[in-house]
């Protein structure tokens, strides 16, 4: 059984920093796609950072792009995300998710299995 748990989140002030890792295990697949996604109440889910089973490949978002950084621990089958210059507006529950399919970024809809997720609140 896949299984994704999510470690990391916090309250920091505004332009702090944390370190969100996601933990795997049971995978039974060996190209994939791990994805980090943010929501706030009464919005929708969206994707913040994505990352390629072999570390070779990484995307962010816009409003990320330069603050955040995705890497992955296969030792500890963990990927991180460690998010610096933190803004109120990244104030969010942030989700971990693994996709099987492999060779272009998926939508979150083609997302197999997802995490319990953990709140990150930036106080300004």
């Known amino acids: 059984e896949v299984q994704l748990v999510e470690s990391g989140g916090g309250l920091v002030q505004a332009g702090g920093s944390l370190r969100l890792s996601c933990a795997g295990s049971g995978f039974t697949f060996d190209d994939y796609v ?16 994505y ?49 099987r399919l492999y060779g272009f970024w998926p939508s979150m809809a083609e997302y ?5 997720g953990t709140q990150v609140t930036v106080s300004s």
């Open 34 to 49: 791990i994805g980090w996604f943010r929501q706030v109440p009464g919005k929708e889910r969206e994707g913040v950072s």
């Open 51 to 99: 990352i390629s089973s072999s570390g070779g490949s990484t995307y962010y978002a816009d409003s990320v792009k330069g603050r955040f950084t995705i890497f992955n621990d296969h030792a500890k089958n963990t990927v991180s995300l460690q998010m610096n210059s933190l803004k109120p507006e990244d104030t969010a529950v942030y989700y971990c998710a693994v996709s």
């Open 112 to 116: 197999d299995y997802w995490g319990q």
